[in-house]
């Protein structure tokens, strides 16, 4: 079955430094990765995806995610946080492409001033 | 982008009665609809996945006599909780597949939060 371990439930970090949260898929099949950001009272907004071809994938606000098959993991990463970045990360995966979707369970992450 | 909204975005109820919440998409015909629930601090749970015009299915562990799922046109799904109680109070949040991205991308909507008192 697939599963999906963020290894971090929160990330508390100062502003302009850099962050990565941690995600990674127990499963074999997995061949769709997402990351996903969630906004207080919000539903969740698309930042990035892998489905194929090029390894490290790029969303336009500066997160960038590499996915690694040999150690099943998918990174988010960002250079330099902003405090407009602080929200709810949520790694998933699929093998059906959207359908039956599996969320990891979040990773809090606070910029502080 | 493709947008998908929820009706009420908050919705209070007494313990007993029902309610119906609203996951529309606004630009774009659905083929999937999904509705999952979401507690304090944790993550998605898939509750069931609807298709235009055929029964949803529902996930492991959801009563589907309790959450009422009905996907009448390609552009709305609804959730009805029937005979709610307070530990079904949660964030209801609603996604659809068929927008304009790859066939691969969910598209959300904001969420419901749901108080049962």
């Known amino acids: 079955a697939q599963s999906v371990t963020q290894l971090d439930s929160q990330v508390p970090v100062f502003e302009e430094a850099p962050v990565e949260l941690r995600c990674n898929d127990s499963?074999?099949?997995?061949?769709?990765l997402f990351w996903y950001v969630q906004y207080p009272n919000q539903g969740l907004q698309l930042l990035l995806k892998?489905?194929?071809?090029?390894?490290l994938v790029e969303s336009i606000n500066g997160f960038e995610a590499e996915f690694n098959k040999s150690q099943t993991s998918f990174h988010l990463r960002k250079p330099s946080v902003h405090i407009s970045d602080t929200a709810e990360y949520f790694c998933?995966?699929?093998?059906?492409?959207?359908?039956?979707?599996?969320f990891g369970a979040g990773t809090r992450l606070f910029v502080k001033a | 982008g493709a947008v998908v909204s929820q009706h009420p975005s908050r919705v209070i109820c007494k313990s007993g009665t029902s309610v119906k919440i609203e996951c529309r998409s606004l630009?774009?015909?659905?083929?999937?609809m999904f509705w999952y629930r979401q507690f304090p601090k944790q993550s998605l749970m898939l509750m069931a996945t609807s298709n235009e015009g055929s029964k949803a299915t529902y996930e492991q562990g959801v009563e589907k006599d309790k959450f009422l799922i009905n996907h009448a046109s390609l552009t709305l799904s609804t959730l009805t909780v029937t005979s709610a109680h307070p530990e079904d109070s949660s964030f209801y949040i609603c996604s659809a597949i068929g927008g304009q991205g790859d066939l691969y991308e969910q598209y959300f909507g904001p969420g419901t939060r749901l108080t049962v008192t």
């Open positions: 630009d774009f015909q659905a083929t999937t």
């Open positions: 499963s074999s099949v997995s061949v769709y």
């Open positions: 998933a995966v699929s093998d059906t492409g959207g359908f039956k979707t599996i």
């Open positions: 892998y489905l194929s071809g090029s390894t």
